[in-house]
């Protein structure tokens, strides 16, 4: 029964360690390139990415060689996305997790106790103050608080099974089922419930009861390895007695479901260290999928419905747009952070690339122009300037752009290519 403890709150979240941003405007003369702001990968962000993109394939996987009876390979799969992913995490979270540290569970108690005697109605406080003082070692202080809020608020599915979850981790395994099922009764769709009532029974050697409440908990949650790895064992075990289970379970969505709490969460990161957005951008392609960029851009239109003047998130919400194949959208972001700055260097070198693949080669030589103007001497900004104006028909201007080019970096191969072909067309 050890595993209910898995379905605890979680801690929560230390201070934000954030860095100041930097908008890309200082322009240093006689560079090569253009300054990128790209942070390296820290390997623990890299690492939680891959992770967390791994450890849906294993649930996948895992569900089909369930369904196919397969129970102890079933079980195999689950186990790896489960100590992969272990608490089931968003994507939103877990990056946001690389993000944070963690808090004292002493001082977390004492700050809910506070809302607590202000509003002894205050469920969510009450419940984060008992769970705050089990993780402080105090157990039947714990206990207590959720019994006195039950007093007053019999028919609260969270405190039903928040109770039931502490006794069962005490052992007190007849109590915590009846918490379990009352539970269950207020509210039926309660996933953690069927999960700890299905465990019981386990424990009662009654596989087929849990196989019963493990398949309703993953029929609302597909993609919990932690109740796929259960359910496979269940399911097991209820063969193994005689009493074979038929399942024919869904696969989980390709994509989570939006977790609101780890969004707002991200965006509040990103609103304070929009830089942490290049850490997320310079993820190797091959590392990460779709998702992790409709997960950023989501975050970050959350963060600019509290800052919507914040130029440097409209230009990282430009290039995650970039990224997912809405160029205009991207342009539309990118023109806004501008507005909003127009000394945001990489904010209008982005557009003139964006401007260039839209073939607008004279709105994207404007705004080469513009960085040039801003006293930005970058070899590599001369020689999209030069590939500009060649697309437009200005070829005296795109040779004076190349050899501008060289002129800060005599080695640039692909100037020198450039001017070269220039010269005998």
């Not at 008992?130 to 039947?140: D, F, I």
């Not at 196989?211 to 269940?234: E, F, N, P, T, W």
């Not at 440097?312 to 970039?322: A, M, W």
């Not at 005599?410 to 067309?425: I, N």
């Given at each position: ?7 605890c ?8 360690d954030?860095?100041?941003?930097n908008?890309g405007?200082?322009?240093p ?5 253009p ?18 993109f ?12 369930l ?10 799969s ?13 994507l ?6 690389a ?9 977390a108690?004492e ?7 202000r ?23 714990a ?5 006195d ?22 052992q ?35 596989p ?6 493990l398949q ?7 993609g919990?390895?932690g ?19 038929h399942l ?6 390709t ?20 830089d ?17 960029y409709?997960?950023l851009?989501q ?8 800052q919507?003047?914040h ?8 290039r995650?747009?970039?990224r ?10 990118n023109?806004?952070a ?10 209008l070198?982005?557009?003139?690339k ?14 080469l ?18 590939n ?14 190349y ?17 070269a ?5």
């Amino acid at each position: 029964m050890n595993e209910i403890k898995t379905y605890c709150a979680k801690d929560e979240a230390g201070r934000i360690d954030a860095t100041d941003s930097n908008n890309g405007a200082s322009c240093p003369p006689n560079e090569t390139s253009p300054p990128t702001g790209r942070r390296s990968v820290p390997r623990r962000l890299l690492h939680r990415v891959k992770a967390y993109f791994e450890s849906k394939d294993l649930i996948r996987r895992g569900v089909c060689l369930l369904n196919a009876g397969k129970y102890e390979q079933a079980g195999e799969s689950f186990s790896r996305a489960a100590s992969i992913n272990p608490n089931n995490d968003s994507l939103a979270s877990l990056l946001a997790a690389a993000y944070l540290g963690q808090s004292k569970p002493d001082a977390a108690a004492e700050q809910f106790d506070q809302v607590v005697r202000r509003q002894p109605d205050n469920v969510t406080a009450r419940i984060r103050q008992a769970l705050s003082l089990w993780s402080g070692g105090h157990e039947r202080e714990a206990v207590q608080l959720l019994r006195d809020g039950l007093a007053q608020a019999p028919d609260n599915a969270e405190l039903q099974f928040q109770l039931g979850t502490l006794l069962a981790s005490m052992q007190q395994y007849e109590e915590a089922e009846v918490r379990f099922a009352q539970t269950l009764a207020i509210d039926r769709d309660h996933v953690e419930a069927s999960v700890s009532l299905g465990l019981c029974y386990g424990a009662r050697e009654r596989p087929r009861e849990a196989v019963k409440y493990l398949q309703r908990a993953h029929q609302r949650r597909s993609g919990d390895a932690g109740i796929g790895l259960l359910l496979a064992q269940a399911v097991r075990a209820a063969d193994q007695k005689g009493e074979p289970a038929h399942l024919r379970l869904s696969l989980p969505p390709t994509r989570e479901l939006e977790d609101d709490d780890g969004i707002q969460e991200l965006s509040r990161i990103i609103a304070q260290d929009p830089d942490f957005v290049d850490a997320l951008m310079s993820v190797p392609v091959d590392d990460v999928n779709e998702e992790l960029y409709a997960t950023l851009l989501q975050t970050i239109k959350a963060a600019l419905e509290h800052q919507p003047e914040h130029a440097e998130l409209q230009y990282h919400c430009g290039r995650v747009l970039d990224r997912l194949g809405q160029t205009e959208a991207a342009i539309a972001a990118n023109e806004r952070a501008v507005q909003l700055n127009p000394t945001h260097t990489r904010a209008l070198i982005d557009l003139a690339k964006l401007y260039q693949r839209t073939d607008r080669t004279a709105d994207a030589a404007e705004r080469l122009e513009q960085v040039v103007s801003m006293g930005c001497d970058y070899a590599d900004v001369y020689y999209m300037l030069g590939n500009v104006h060649r697309a437009g028909g200005r070829i005296e201007r795109a040779g004076e752009a190349y050899r501008q080019a060289l002129s800060i970096n005599h080695a640039y191969e692909d100037a020198q290519k450039a001017l070269a072909s220039l010269e005998m067309s």
